[in-house]
């Protein structure tokens, strides 16, 4: 569907769910990939960082305690980011939201409305 909007989605982040409701509040058709259980892959979340404007190593979740323990201050290449995301799915930063050729983390209040012009 072209208008369709992908979210991927934690149902237990508080950010997640209020940007997932706030998708469902404007009438949008969403598909939701809770990416736990649906874990994208090295493709897919390379197509998310070039659509996101982001490098891999951005898109981490840098509060993870995983990232603090295993990864913190280590460099790696983005092919091995990705790789240790797909790996960790806990570490992707999330909401991610896709609608055609742009993404948006949406973890801040509002910014929905201006992505979805």
């Known amino acids: ?9 934690n149902p237990r982040c508080q950010k997640s769910r209020t940007a997932l ?7 949008e058709e969403v598909l939701v990939i809770e990416y736990l259980k649906e874990i994208p892959s090295v ?3 390379n197509a998310l960082c070039v659509k996101l404007q982001l490098k891999p190593v951005d898109l981490v979740r840098k509060s993870e305690a995983l ?13 091995q980011w990705l790789k240790i995301m797909v790996e960790h799915p806990v570490l992707i930063e999330r909401p991610i939201v896709v609608k055609g050729s ?3 983390i ?12």
């Not at 990232?67 to 983005?78: L, N, V």
């Open 1 to 9: 569907m072209a208008n369709e909007v992908v979210i991927y989605h």
């Open 21 to 27: 409701q706030e998708l469902e509040e404007r009438g």
């Open 43 to 45: 493709k897919e979340l």
């Open 67 to 79: 990232y603090k323990e295993e990864y913190k201050g280590k460099k790696f290449t983005d092919a």
């Open 102 to 104: 742009k993404a948006l």
């Open 106 to 117: 949406a973890r801040e209040p509002g910014v929905l409305t201006k992505f979805l012009k």
